[in-house]
T-cell receptor, first 112, second 115 residues
Framework: GQNIDQPTEMTATEGAIVQINCTYQ??????LFWYQQHAGEAPTFLSY????GLEEKGRFSSFLSRSKGYSYLLLKELQMKDSASYLC?????????????FGTGTKLQVIP | GAVVSQHPSWVICKSGTSVKIECRSL??????MFWYRQFPKQSLMLMAT?????????EQGVEKDKFLINHASLTLSTLTVTSAHPEDSSFYIC???????????FGEGSRLTVL
């Protein structure tokens, strides 16, 4: 089976940096996604890692270590609008259109 | 702009009726679409994988006779909740895998409330 763990809730201050961790145990691996989801809305794509290392995209960066089954999402210069749930998702198999399994999400609250 | 369109966004129905939700890929052909359900304060749970021109693949615990999926074309998949009950009230979201990067594109979601 697939198991994806991430903290349930986090709180950070506006302007600060926050790191959201995700660990996974899956049967095979073919990519890890991070999505942002505001309450009542559909998820929006943030990043996709398939190789080890850090992917930077503006204020958001995502890191992957396949050997450790570990990823993190780094948010810099936090803004109030970054308050949302952040979902870690893993595609376990390679090839074809394989289903993606989502973690339970981390609810981030940004405070002034 | 949106690459996946989902309709309706909100629907309220009486218990025992059926509700159809549509999911359209706008910019590319999607041979496979995924249907998720999300209860309040929970993550997305995959219900089924919709395959164009063939039967959908349902996840364990999802009743295929209750959640009918039709994927008649490369750009349209529908989910019909049959004989809906209050416990079916949820946020239903479809997604399509992009043609290049493998990214999942999500529809806007459909919030179903069964009275």
């Amino acid at each position: 089976g697939q198991n994806i763990d991430q903290p349930t809730e986090m709180t950070a201050t506006e302007g600060a940096i926050v790191q959201i961790n995700c660990t996974y145990q899956t049967s095979g691996f073919n990519g890890l996604f991070w999505y942002q989801q505001h309450a009542g809305e559909a998820p929006t794509f943030l990043s996709y890692n398939v190789l080890d290392g850090l992917e930077e995209k503006g204020r958001f960066s995502s890191f992957l270590s396949r050997s450790k089954g570990y990823s993190y999402l780094l948010l810099k210069e936090l803004q109030m609008k970054d308050s949302a749930s952040y979902l870690c998702a893993v595609r376990p198999y390679s090839g074809g259109y394989q289903k993606v399994t989502f973690g339970t999400g981390t609810k981030l609250q940004v405070i002034p | 702009g949106a690459v996946v369109s989902q309709h309706p966004s909100w629907v309220i129905c009486k218990s025992g009726t059926s509700v159809k939700i549509e999911c359209r890929s706008l910019d590319f052909q999607a041979t496979t679409m995924f249907w998720y359900r999300q209860f309040p304060k929970q993550s997305l749970m995959l219900m089924a994988t919709s395959n164009e021109g063939s039967k959908a693949t349902y996840e364990q615990g999802v009743e295929k006779d209750k959640f009918l999926i039709n994927h008649a074309s490369l750009t349209l998949s529908t989910l019909t909740v049959t004989s809906a009950h209050p416990e079916d009230s949820s946020f239903y979201i479809c997604s399509c895998q992009g043609p290049n990067t493998g990214e999942l594109f999500f529809g806007e979601g459909s919030r179903l409330t069964v009275l």
